[in-house]
């Protein structure tokens, strides 16, 4: 443990409130976005899955739009002030969201929504600010991908136990009250409310305590930082000047600028005092090295496919059971699972993705290094998906047999995608030859996650339904791991850098 000595824990279990706020609010929805759709009554019933599918990848094509701005602006202007926009944005949009009373007015939230926030790509550089030391890294960057697990299995619990309020839990409103009125004529509203009181949460934490990063604006005078330490200052009893708010900021922070260890920047990095003197080229070429370019194609392709898997598994899941599947080509059909026994499954590996991300990540990154179990974490995939559709040679088997073999599979996936998103994120921090150039590089690396969600799950449902009409029930799965295969080579490429800003190859 004398590898954390000296973390920050307190800054980041701020921004572990607001990353927990981000996805909570985008899965939400999931559980009752068919039923929205269909009370918008836009659409034949077997067309909802498309609206309500376009809804889902409207947020993502949007951030796709602003994502490089906002990383932009964090560079040009701190990255507080755009985290604070981001979440004002979500909370506001999630209100719009729930009190639509039609099909365009819900599909303008989302586009709201989406503009508004680019929080991933900046918490990701702030992240890398905080955690500054090497030893604290591994653990810095894998709280992101762990609140990511953790938020998507509270997100739709809420949403779907909350939605529609009036008809599910008619004994918590009297009939006539002013709430009764309210929810019975926005049913999606309730959920909403919750979800944004989440994101003010969030919101509030980081205007009060977190401090600013960027190297620029980390004197520059922070109201809310003001506000609290005046609040404290209260409950303990004490009163503080203005003034001598602003100089324990400055006294909390000069350590860290001080610090050579603190201020150690990798990939030959200026340190912060030089930083400070020197114009940095801020052009596109400068910022894009090939380097960089290569870590946002490997960005990509995993978000690519660990999304698309993430919502083609459920559906082959619970797909209908075709017992003429022959192997090795004709397989039709799915596991004819329900919704609770998937669920079951999906919770049980959640579980063990946060182990993974708490004890084994670190212990991974810190005794092997973070390229090489990222290669080898890459190699994994394709094996994994390929198996996938031969599950449904499994179902003459008992069900113990078909849960063990769908269990290890889970396993095996959970714990690649454990090892290799961390490992992705400290890869794309230690790319850019500046620590100026952080917030557009991280701002990319969100435009082509989001682009992969707005379009992966489009191409790839496509697919699985061209391949479950024609017998060939594979095509999905085997076209996922040609794109994991990809991904896989593309890694030859990819470098690290040591404590000195080395290259590693």
């Known amino acids: 443990m004398s590898g954390l000595k000296g973390m920050p824990w307190g800054q980041l279990m701020v921004v572990a409130l607001m990353r927990f706020a981000e996805p909570v609010s985008f899965t939400s929805l999931f559980p009752y976005i068919y039923f929205m759709v269909k009370r918008f009554e836009i659409c034949p019933e077997e067309d909802i899955a498309r609206y309500a599918g376009y809804i889902s990848g409207i947020f993502a094509l949007c951030q796709t739009l602003t994502g490089i701005l906002w990383g932009v602006a964090s560079d040009k202007f701190g990255r507080k002030p755009v985290v604070l926009i981001g979440l004002t944005g979500s909370a506001v949009s999630l209100l719009v969201f729930g009190l639509s009373t039609n099909y365009y007015m819900a599909v303008g939230a989302r586009c709201i929504a989406g503009l508004l926030n680019g929080n991933v790509g900046v918490i990701r550089t702030l992240l890398g600010e905080i955690a500054t030391k090497r030893s604290h890294q591994a653990v810095a960057f894998s709280i992101m991908p762990l609140l990511w697990q953790v938020g998507c299995v509270i997100g739709p619990m809420l949403g779907g136990y909350l939605a529609e309020p009036v008809e599910t839990h008619p004994e918590w409103f009297s009939k006539g009250s002013k709430a009764y009125i309210l929810f019975s004529k926005y049913p999606f509203l309730l959920p909403n409310i919750i979800v944004s009181s989440v994101l003010v949460l969030g919101m509030s934490v980081a205007f009060l305590f977190l401090k600013e990063t960027h190297e620029d604006y980390q004197d520059r005078y922070d109201i809310g930082r003001a506000l609290s330490s005046r609040l404290l200052g209260v409950f303990r009893g004490s009163k503080c000047s203005e003034k001598s708010d602003q100089d324990d900021d400055s006294r909390e922070s000069s350590p860290l600028l001080e610090d050579p260890e603190a201020s150690e920047d990798y990939g030959a990095r200026k340190p912060v005092s030089t930083a400070r003197i020197e114009e940095v080229d801020q052009s596109w070429g400068a910022i894009l090295t090939p380097y960089v370019r290569r870590s946002l194609v490997s ?10 898997y993430d919502e083609l598994l459920p559906i082959f899941l619970e797909t209908g059971v075709d017992p003429t599947s022959k192997a090795p080509f004709s397989l039709r059909g799915g596991l004819g699972m329900d919704a609770e026994r998937v669920g079951n499954l999906l919770s049980l590996n959640g579980f063990i993705g946060i182990f993974m991300m708490l004890v084994v990540f670190p212990w991974i990154d810190s005794t092997f290094g973070t390229l090489v179990p990222y290669r080898i974490s890459l190699w994994c995939y394709p094996a994994v998906y390929f198996v996938v559709p031969y599950f449904v040679l499994l179902v003459k ?60 799950p489009i191409v790839w449902g496509i697919l699985m339904t061209t391949g479950q009409s024609h017998g060939w029930a594979q095509l999905p799965w085997w076209m996922l791991t040609a794109v994991a295969l990809i991904g896989a080579i593309q890694s030859k490429w990819l470098i690290d850098r040591d404590d000195d800003g080395n290259i590693i190859h």
């Open 397 to 456: 088997q008992t069900a113990g047999v078909r849960d063990f073999a769908l269990i290890v599979s889970l396993f095996i996936r959970t714990v690649v995608n454990a090892t290799a998103n961390p490992l992705l994120l400290l890869l794309t921090n230690r790319a850019p030859a500046h620590s100026r150039h952080l917030g557009v590089v991280n701002g990319c690396v969100q435009v082509c996650s989001s682009l992969a969600r707005a379009i992966g």
């Open 299 to 308: 960005a990509g392709l995993l978000a690519l496919h660990c999304m698309v």
